[in-house]
């Protein structure tokens, strides 16, 4: 079992960033692969962001490709969505997942665990 909770969303100015976190309980972390995802009004939850189980491997939505940074540290349980150059389109429900895999996975399918979201808001 792996339970997660985000922090860290707030609201920002378009052009302006913010550092999202992911607490992950559990002693196997280093075992799963870490994603965000996320969730805006009338629309279906879609992917941002993955990363592997060892912190190499990585992938991006287009949308998000050189603006955020995905990482993790796994002597902390921690996972990071850093978000540069932020737009108003961004704004939407952030949700962190975790899935035992390598990774990175792409596909909301594919994570077992999630956390509870947390709310970004962009203005433009």
């Known amino acids: 079992q792996v339970q997660l909770v985000e922090s860290g969303g707030g609201l920002v100015q378009a052009g302006g960033s913010l550092r999202l976190s992911c607490a992950a309980s559990?002693?196997?972390?280093?075992?799963?692969?870490m994603g965000w995802f996320r969730q805006a009004p009338g629309k279906e939850r879609e992917f941002v962001a993955a990363i592997g189980w060892r912190g190499i491997s990585s992938a991006y939505a287009d949308s998000v490709k050189g603006r955020f940074t995905i990482s993790r540290d796994n002597a902390k349980t921690l996972a990071y969505l850093q978000m540069n150059s932020l737009k108003s389109e961004d704004t939407a429900v952030y949700y962190c997942a975790a899935a035992y895999s390598r990774g990175p996975l792409a596909r909301v399918g594919d994570y077992e665990y999630w956390g509870q979201g947390t709310q970004v808001t962009v203005s433009s």
């Open positions: 559990g002693r196997t972390f280093s075992n799963v692969a």
